[in-house]
């Protein structure tokens, strides 16, 4: 990983996220209260994983008493962030786009946003969308539905193994082209490599799909879900639990309909949905001695379970009962998270020691 000792890719800017090409909704509260800070950005650029030498560090919580995170940071880096902030005596805060783990310096406040869940929710409240209760099996034509786009490998190697299993073939799915050479693995227990077959490239909601813009894509997606018996919401690089990363959209579009979800999300979103009142039973990203194949194979066996429920109407039908009241609950509760969000926000400021509430 490659490591600057100069503020590549730092600014002094409002807080704000990825996805003001598409939302006008200002995070709440953050700028009001401390304007333009220095922004600590995604620690990836052009797909590479990057990170500051320990001095620029020590400089940076030195000469700013608010520094403004992003997401993604390995449970490293947040740890080499702390031996900086150990090093001063005056009070600093961070304002993060999602919950930091572990324990921090006296002189260190935290507040977390949540900022595109915020963006989402608002998104979603403003479509008015029409649920769908007391689904009938008679209604639906797909199995699940899968979003797999990106660059990571994690739910490349899933998609390639859902396919050989033939679970591709009654669902509807999201994925750039791949080749079986993309699910090769170093250790092969299931002797999978030399069966493996190409995936033909496929975005839901063909032409009209508009990659990171939610506002548009809110008008196409959840009519594709409710065709579904249930929705498999897997997030970016499920093979790595140990970075943080915020609530984005890919985890919320598990919650937009009353489609049953099967999640796939990182444990420190998990513990976020939850403390926020969802209702799911987490599947879970690779296991600290969980090797590549292990997971994958946990997956598929979680969705293919699923997959032969669907193919039995009367089991099919009661199953789809059992989980109405927490998918209606998880529907409902998206589109006023922001509220919620909001008075979390306003409550972290308003909860700050007067010492830290002067920075």
């Given at each position: 990983?490659?490591?600057y000792?100069?503020?590549?890719?730092?600014?002094?800017?409002?807080?704000?996220?990825?996805?003001?090409?598409w939302?006008?909704?200002?995070i709440?509260h953050?700028?009001?209260k401390?304007g333009?800070r220095?922004?600590?950005?995604n620690?990836v650029?052009?797909?590479?994983?990057?990170?500051y030498?320990?001095?620029?560090?020590?400089?940076?919580?030195k000469?700013?008493?608010?520094?403004?995170?992003?997401?993604?940071?390995?449970?490293?880096?947040?740890?080499e962030?702390?031996?900086?902030?150990?090093?001063?005596?005056?009070n600093?805060?961070?304002v993060?786009?999602c919950?930091?783990?572990g324990e921090?310096?006296k002189?260190?406040?935290?507040i977390?946003?949540?900022?595109?869940?915020?963006?989402?929710s608002?998104?979603l409240?403003?479509?008015?969308l029409?649920?769908?209760?007391?689904?009938q099996?008679?209604?639906?034509?797909?199995?699940?539905?899968?979003?797999?786009?990106?660059?990571?490998?994690?739910?490349?190697?899933?998609?390639?193994?859902l396919?050989?299993?033939?679970?591709?073939?009654?669902?509807?799915?999201?994925?750039?082209?791949?080749?079986?050479?993309?699910?090769?693995?170093?250790?092969?227990d299931?002797?999978?490599?030399?069966?493996l077959?190409?995936?033909?490239?496929?975005?839901l909601?063909?032409?009209?799909?508009?990659?990171?813009?939610?506002?548009?894509?809110?008008?196409?997606?959840?009519?594709?879900?409710?065709?579904?018996?249930?929705?498999?919401?897997?997030d970016?690089?499920?093979?790595l639990?140990?970075?943080?990363?915020?609530?984005?959209e890919?985890?919320?579009?598990?919650?937009?309909?009353?489609?049953?979800l099967?999640?796939?999300?990182a444990?420190?979103?998990?513990?976020q949905?939850?403390?926020?009142?969802?209702?799911?039973?987490?599947?879970g990203?690779?296991?600290?001695?969980?090797?590549?194949?292990?997971?994958?194979q946990?997956?598929?066996?979680?969705?293919?379970?699923?997959?032969?429920?669907?193919?039995?109407?009367?089991?099919?039908?009661?199953?789809?009962?059992?989980?109405?009241?927490?998918?209606?609950?998880?529907?409902?509760l998206?589109?006023?998270?922001?509220?919620?969000?909001?008075?979390?926000?306003?409550r972290?400021i308003?909860?700050?020691?007067?010492?830290?509430?002067?920075?």
């Amino acid at each position: 990983m490659k490591r600057y000792s100069y503020p590549y890719l730092i600014e002094n800017k409002k807080y704000q996220t990825e996805w003001r090409n598409w939302s006008s909704d200002q995070i709440p509260h953050i700028s009001e209260k401390w304007g333009s800070r220095i922004t600590l950005p995604n620690p990836v650029a052009l797909g590479e994983f990057f990170w500051y030498d320990r001095a620029l560090l020590d400089r940076l919580v030195k000469d700013n008493s608010v520094i403004f995170l992003n997401y993604g940071y390995f449970d490293w880096q947040l740890d080499e962030l702390k031996q900086s902030l150990k090093k001063i005596e005056e009070n600093r805060i961070l304002v993060s786009f999602c919950r930091l783990p572990g324990e921090w310096p006296k002189n260190v406040r935290l507040i977390h946003t949540e900022p595109m869940a915020y963006q989402f929710s608002r998104a979603l409240d403003r479509a008015q969308l029409r649920q769908k209760y007391h689904r009938q099996i008679k209604d639906l034509k797909h199995s699940f539905a899968i979003m797999a786009m990106g660059v990571d490998q994690g739910r490349h190697k899933l998609m390639l193994m859902l396919k050989k299993m033939g679970l591709l073939d009654r669902a509807i799915h999201s994925n750039p082209k791949l080749s079986k050479i993309d699910g090769i693995y170093i250790k092969d227990d299931l002797a999978l490599n030399d069966h493996l077959i190409d995936v033909e490239g496929k975005t839901l909601g063909d032409h009209g799909y508009v990659k990171l813009d939610v506002e548009k894509n809110l008008q196409i997606l959840p009519k594709l879900f409710e065709e579904c018996h249930f929705y498999v919401s897997i997030d970016t690089n499920p093979f790595l639990d140990n970075r943080i990363v915020c609530i984005t959209e890919k985890v919320m579009w598990g919650v937009t309909t009353t489609t049953p979800l099967l999640p796939i999300w990182a444990t420190n979103k998990s513990e976020q949905m939850k403390n926020w009142g969802f209702r799911f039973d987490n599947v879970g990203y690779r296991g600290v001695n969980e090797s590549q194949q292990g997971a994958v194979q946990r997956w598929c066996e979680r969705i293919m379970f699923l997959d032969k429920i669907t193919q039995d109407i009367e089991w099919a039908q009661s199953w789809e009962n059992s989980r109405g009241e927490d998918s209606s609950h998880n529907a409902d509760l998206a589109r006023r998270l922001h509220n919620i969000i909001e008075a979390d926000i306003h409550r972290q400021i308003e909860e700050l020691p007067a010492d830290f509430y002067r920075l």
